[in-house]
């Protein structure tokens, strides 16, 4: 039990990725999909492509020198020209109220990335990823490029959130074909209620990398719905966020 | 440059022990982890100190209580920019163990290694004198699994990922090698008063 060999797909992880310096973007489309939610399309300056699921960080600084600075998930595809960020609007949320609010076409925010060489999805091998709520964002970007690349029939999708304007865009993965699962209301002939396995189950396959992304409860579970379905718990990458407990 | 129409919320004067870009989490703390949550019986873990060393040990669950104990009270920053000030762990100082084992002469670096094949290195000075330990108590309570229980390796003055969850192992070295995070783009020290966040830093 002591000295245990490394899993080969966490050794496998790397290539050594490099994350960019911070820099100005600019602000191109800010769009309001709900009110829970503000879409930002930005144009980054030698840009570094980036892949699915990684993320950038946004640097905020007030006139006396206050830095407030967050993570959001890349939700565009690598071949879109603009950036595109889904912010979801935090009650009291200092930085996402302020993106959801100020922040318009023209303007100019401070930005680094892409973060995170794990939690990513290049295209080339089968995959099943399971989001919830803004964990839903980079199997966004998974999904566009998939799409983008012609590599639909490697990713399989999976969905939750509590309601519709909690998930961010339903219309991309219904249209795609994504189980979409909501837990407080019908939706599409869906009784309301949480993930169920038989809803997972067709979406697995042996030899695929399973993603997990959301908040840290909705992790557990939905990490547990794949270990449960047959997936190795050494194929699951996750990405999880929020307090526990 | 400032960002046009940001001012921040109302804001007391900055807490010292919050390096910069960190966040005061209050009692809450954040659970980040990138690999399924392994569950580990006591009586099935155990740890090892090997590589340059005079003498590889092995300890299980009950040898390792036996040794001395050891408590950390201070804070705690993760490189998601949040920090957790004023909390306490106990276990055994890495010291301890090191003494034990006997590090040789030329051991420059450690890569620890947890039960799911995590990795994180570090420079064998950042762990010894007072600044490491592997503990199973966190504010007096048996460490959550989900936050590296039963032992967790606790390296608290750098960024938290080095401070290796469900940790089995710390092999010395002569040089450095990479772990899990610090393969994926991220600072291969990682102090958080330096913001060494990322490669380059």
Redesign the interface.
Same mark, same amino acid.
């Given at each position: 039990m002591t000295d245990e060999p490394l899993h080969p797909r966490l050794l496998a992880a790397g290539p050594h990725v490099g994350t960019g310096a911070w820099r100005t973007a600019t602000v191109v489309e800010v769009v309001h999909p709900s009110p829970r939610a503000v879409i930002l399309r930005l144009r980054v300056p030698d840009r570094i492509d980036h892949l699915p699921g990684q993320h950038y960080a946004v640097r905020l600084t007030a006139e006396d020198g206050y830095v407030a600075q967050r993570s959001y998930s890349v939700a565009s595809a690598p071949a879109d020209p603009l950036l595109e960020l889904w912010v979801e609007r935090l009650v009291d949320g200092e930085v996402s109220g302020f993106l959801a609010e100020v922040v318009e076409p023209g303007d100019e925010l401070v930005i680094r990335g892409p973060i995170g060489g794990w939690f990513v999805w290049d295209g080339m091998t089968p995959a099943v990823a399971v989001g919830g709520g803004s964990g839903a964002v980079p199997l966004l970007a998974m999904l566009r490029h998939a799409q983008a690349v012609g590599a639909t029939d490697r990713l399989r999708l999976a969905v939750a959130a509590r309601t519709l304007d909690d998930l961010p865009f339903p219309d991309e993965f219904a249209a795609a074909g994504a189980v979409v699962a909501l837990s407080r209301t019908d939706y599409e002939g869906r009784p309301a209620g949480h993930l169920t396995a038989a809803e997972v189950a067709p979406l697995l396959r042996p030899d695929a990398t399973g993603f997990v992304c959301g908040s840290t409860p909705f992790a557990e579970f939905a990490t547990q719905l794949l270990v449960d379905g047959g997936l190795p718990a050494a194929a699951l990458r996750v990405e999880r966020f929020g307090p526990s407990g | 440059? =400032? *960002? #046009?129409?940001?001012?921040? #919320?109302r #804001?007391t004067e900055r807490d010292p022990r919050l390096p910069p870009?960190q966040y005061d *989490?209050g009692t809450?703390?954040?659970?980040? /982890?990138?690999? =399924? *949550?392994?569950r580990i019986a006591p009586e &099935?873990?155990?740890?090892?100190l &090997?590589g340059l060393v005079a003498t590889p040990t092995?300890w299980t669950w009950d040898e390792v209580h036996a040794l001395p104990a050891s408590r950390y009270d201070g804070d705690i920053h993760c490189v998601? /920019?949040w920090s957790l000030l004023g909390t306490s762990f106990e276990g055994v100082s890495l010291d301890t163990l090191l003494d034990i084992a006997g590090p040789s002469p030329q051991a420059t670096h450690i890569l620890a290694?947890a039960?799911?094949? $995590?990795?994180t290195n570090l420079p064998l000075e950042h762990v010894t004198g007072g600044k490491a330990w592997l503990v199973w108590t966190h504010e007096g309570r048996p460490l959550?699994v989900?936050?590296g229980g039963p032992v967790r390796l606790l390296v608290p003055h750098l960024y938290f990922w080095k401070s290796a969850k469900w940790v *089995?192992?710390i092999t010395l070295l002569d040089h450095e090698e990479q772990g899990?995070?610090e #393969? &994926?783009?991220y600072h291969d020290l990682g102090d958080p008063w330096r913001e060494q966040r $990322?490669?380059?830093d």
């Open positions: - | 440059m =400032a *960002t #046009r129409g940001f001012v921040g #919320r #804001r870009g *989490t809450d703390w954040p659970v980040l /982890t990138a690999e =399924a *949550t392994p &099935n873990w155990s740890f090892t &090997n092995t998601t /920019t290694r039960k799911t094949g $995590y990795t959550p989900d936050h *089995t192992s899990f995070w #393969r &994926n783009g $990322y490669t380059g």
